[in-house]
């Protein structure tokens, strides 16, 4: 009997111990925990919390003991709090406890922060029910999160706003951002573009090879993880146009799942290669038009005829510089074509006043392709005035008058001549200018020319194709003012002229006009260099400046030469002298190719008029 109550009181210690010992590891877990734990009973009256309750809330645990736990609730849990238990006590029906949830706290200050909370329900020995709940402070989480939000709204509003294409794609081939630039110019909207797969499948063909290469090259950019310069790539646009885009991509980290994220931007090439092929369908253009140039001036050497070499040059000149002033006035157009009025104007006003023309007709512009050769007819028109129409004489004048029919697609020009030597008849001989006419009008141009030759004198109908001109894109008529020099006096034995041109034809030819007229010659030189070197011996008295001196501008050598007080005339091939005429507007500016003539008198005018450039 006595072993057995000695065996039973051993137990009951045991068991005691155990008690006492499991209940200080929960009362060690409870006053350790970084949680904040509080227990409430069904009255919501907090009957215990541990230190991390005191930490988090800012409350001493002396003070939270006996008052309702709404003291830790921001105020909208604090006012359902009561109707919650109320409720779980009447039904029985959980909605925290043993399920969690995140809710507001309030700091002893008043301050509002994030929790995690977490009930779980007990009863005591004497079957008291309690409540003990765990709280977590997730402010910091939250935080990290908004940061985390901030960022990626950030990174949103950067691409979309982005001024150029670009676009963020994820590993999973998920479309996270796309700027609004790579929208604008695809033409593609943003539900079009959910994912990788709807743009290689849109602006390359999923199908087509091009698309295999951009799914592959986009693999690529993942096994790298590094930026790449992608290269060119031609995308088709929601209208079926087709771009030319650089790409270039480079890793940004990862999402929330951990799928690698990759940016890849591109630069629209496309009005750069176009205006690249431009240039070289220009290069080939002019190549050509250069060619065709040389090939008509051979011919005008070889077909026009004289006895009288000083005629022959007289010929070949005005043949050349009807050709230059067709190029000047297409220049001026931008060669989208040459206004007829102008080409009159540019033709006669080499050779007369206005006082000895009228031009009367709308506004009409020769195609490009035919300007060269209408420019010819124009000027053996008007070359035949001078030598021997209505131009050789004092009183003489033309009228030409041009007119697109109403009924037809042509182009009617009338050339009248009045007041010239008497007519007696069409003549027996045709010279070459005559055939020229006919040739380049009905042979070239596919017209027709007609020529009487009856009182008050010659007049000739020219009928043009419509394939040849154009009744639009000619702007308001502008009057040309053609520099008329007067015959150049007699060279002062001495006066040295300062030749700088750096064709050497050219330079040769200026040498031995210039020469022939009694000038002594500086140079020539080619090289603004070599100008300024000849200058630093001493100032000449005047000088002829190309503006172009092998790609370098003649400016230094014309402002060192104001500077001196010598005169100086751009002898040039851009019209009006181009900047350097801009530069320096008191100086003349003779527009290559130039007659020999009007040479002279410019030179010969800068000694009369004491012109300082």
């Known amino acids: 009997m006595a072993t057995d109550f000695n065996l039973m009181a051993d137990t009951l210690d045991i068991r005691d111990r155990t008690l006492q010992s499991t209940s200080e590891q929960y009362r060690a877990v409870f006053e350790s925990a970084v949680d904040a734990m509080v227990v409430i009973g069904e009255d919501g009256v907090i009957r215990s919390c541990n230190p991390a309750t005191a930490r988090m809330f800012g409350h001493a645990p002396e003070d939270l003991l006996g008052r309702n736990v709404r003291v830790l609730m921001g105020d909208a849990q604090a006012a359902a709090h009561d109707g919650y238990v109320e ?22 200050d008043g301050a ?6 977490s009930i779980a329900q007990w009863r005591d020995s004497s079957g008291e029910r309690f409540f003990t709940g765990i709280m977590r ?5 939250r935080n990290a999160e908004r940061r985390e939000a901030a960022e990626r709204d950030r990174l949103r509003r950067v691409v979309d706003g982005a001024p150029f294409p670009a676009m ?44 295999a290469v951009v799914r592959s090259d986009i693999e690529r950019l993942y096994a790298l993880d590094r930026p790449i310069d ?10 079926g146009r087709r771009r030319t885009w650089a790409f270039r991509s480079a890793p940004i980290g990862a999402d929330e799942t951990g799928h690698r ?30 060619k065709n140039a040389l090939m008509v001036v051979q ?23 009807a050709m230059a002033r067709a190029h000047s006035v297409l220049a001026s157009a931008r060669w989208s074509g040459a206004d007829l009025r102008r080409l009159l104007l540019e033709e006669l006003l080499a050779r007369a006043g206005e006082e000895s023309f009228r031009l009367s007709g709308p506004p009409v512009s020769i195609r490009p392709e035919a300007s060269q050769a209408v420019s010819l007819a124009l000027h053996e028109l008007a070359t035949n005035a001078v030598k021997h129409g209505a131009l050789s004489h004092p009183v003489g004048r033309v009228e030409v008058v041009w007119s697109p029919p109403e009924v037809g697609n042509t182009l009617c020009l009338w050339w009248q001549e009045i007041g010239g030597p008497e007519i007696l008849g069409e003549p027996t001989r045709q010279g070459f200018g005559s055939v020229l006419l006919r040739q380049v009008i009905e042979g070239q141009l596919g017209g027709a020319l007609e020529l009487y030759w009856a009182a008050p004198g010659l007049a000739c109908l020219i009928t043009l194709p419509e394939d040849t001109w154009q009744g639009s894109g000619v702007g308001g008529t502008v009057t040309i003012h053609q520099p008329q020099w007067a015959p150049a006096p007699p060279a002062i034995p001495g006066r040295r002229i300062l030749v700088a041109e750096d064709e050497a034809l050219t330079a040769m030819a200026l040498q031995q006009l210039l020469e022939g007229a009694g000038y002594v010659v500086l140079g020539p030189v080619g090289r603004v260099e070599d100008a300024l070197d000849l200058l630093r011996s001493g100032p000449p008295d005047a000088a002829v400046l190309d503006v172009n001196l092998f790609g370098a501008t003649v400016d230094p050598v014309a402002s060192a030469l104001e500077d001196m007080g010598v005169p100086f005339v751009f002898c040039t091939g851009y019209q009006g002298g181009g900047v350097a005429g801009e530069r320096h507007p008191r100086a003349p500016v003779l527009v290559k190719p130039v007659n020999a003539n009007n040479l002279l008198g410019a030179v010969g005018g800068l000694f009369d008029s004491g012109a300082a450039g």
């Open 168 to 211: 963020v794609h994820s590993e999973a081939g998920e479309i996270l951002h796309v700027s609004r630039a790579w929208l604008d110019i695809t033409g593609y909207t943003r539900g079009e573009l959910a994912n990788v797969r709807d743009w290689i499948d849109r602006a390359y063909g999923g199908d087509a090879p091009e698309g």
């Open 230 to 239: 992608e290269g060119e790539y031609v995308i088709r646009t929601a209208s």
């Open 137 to 141: 402070d997730i402010s910091a989480r």
């Open 299 to 321: 011919s005008i050497v070889q077909l026009s005829r004289s006895e009288d070499p000083a005629e022959f040059t007289r010929a070949v000149e005005g043949r050349i510089q």
């Open 87 to 108: 409720a779980y006590l009447r039904t029985g029906v959980r909605r925290i406890i043993g399920i969690g949830r995140e809710v507001e706290g309030r700091r002893a």
């Open 112 to 117: 509002p922060f994030p929790l995690e909370l």
């Open 261 to 290: 994220l990759v940016v890849s931007m591109a630069a629209d090439m496309t009005e750069r290669r176009d205006g690249e092929e431009r240039i070289k369908l220009l290069m080939r253009e002019v190549d050509h038009r250069a």
